[in-house]
T-cell receptor, first 111, second 109 residues
Framework: DVKVTQSSRYLVKRTGEKVFLECVQD?????MFWYRQDPGLGLRLIYF???????EKGDIPEGYSVSREKKERFSLILESASTNQTSMYLC??????????FGSGTRLTVV | KNEVEQSPQNLTAQEGEFITINCSYS?????LHWLQQHPGGGIVSLFM???GKKKHGRLIATINIQEKHSSLHITASHPRDSAVYIC???????????FGTGTRLTIIP
């Protein structure tokens, strides 16, 4: 089975901190995605990567950046965390529209 | 207006009932996905459809391309089916998913 692993299940950070959320997939998928999920707003795409070092902005990229130096790893970076970035963050990977595998999520609280 | 709409938003049913969740979309798509999320949990992909019908255990997903509509059915529902069910679509030429707002299903024993 394809596995998408997110490094932390729960994270608490202070306002202004630089935060790294890591995602690793083990099936050589080309595409990787970062979403955030908020009550009443559903899932929203932050960034998408379709290959190593390639990235594309999603619907809400402001305040975030990403890094994909190796095919299996896609990192989401909050340069200066703010309270409005408190959310559930979900990573997913896909072998080009043939189905998606999601990680178990990271619940980030910024205080 | 969202390109992918789901109904109902919330659904409560008794154990054993037949459940239907609906999804409609307003643009051309290459694939439609049904996802499941248990409380506090990650998301599991249930089905990916581009035509017809798929079945897995007590879950059945159908899609009607002409009517731009898909349904997820659960037969003999069980409390462990309680979850949020999310419909999502690949719009034509797009690797990204467009999501419905989800249906919160509660099955009462």
């Amino acid at each position: 089975d394809v596995k998408v692993t997110q490094s932390s299940r729960y994270l608490v950070k202070r306002t202004g901190e630089k935060v790294f959320l890591e995602c690793v997939q083990d099936m050589d998928h080309e595409n990787m995605f970062w979403y955030r999920q908020d009550p009443g707003l559903g899932l929203r795409l932050i960034y998408f990567s379709y290959d190593v070092k390639m990235k594309e902005k999603g619907d809400i990229p402001e305040g975030y950046s990403v890094s994909r130096e190796k095919k299996e790893r896609f990192s989401l970076i909050l340069e200066s965390a703010s309270t409005n970035q408190t959310s559930m963050y979900l990573c997913a990977s896909s072998p080009s529209r043939r189905g998606y595998t999601f990680g178990s999520g990271t619940r980030l609280t910024v205080v | 207006k969202n390109e992918v709409e789901q109904s109902p938003q919330n659904l409560t049913a008794q154990e054993g009932e037949f459940i239907t969740i609906n999804c409609s979309y307003s643009v051309g798509i290459s694939a439609l996905h049904w996802l499941q999320q248990h409380p506090g949990g990650g998301i599991v992909s249930l089905f990916m459809l581009s035509s017809g019908k798929k079945k897995h255990g007590r879950l059945i997903a159908t899609i009607n391309i002409q009517e731009k509509h898909s349904s997820l059915h659960i037969t003999a529902s069980h409390p462990r089916d309680s979850a949020v069910y999310i419909c999502a679509a690949n719009l034509f030429g797009n690797e990204k998913l467009t999501f419905g707002t989800g249906t919160r299903l509660t099955i009462i024993p």
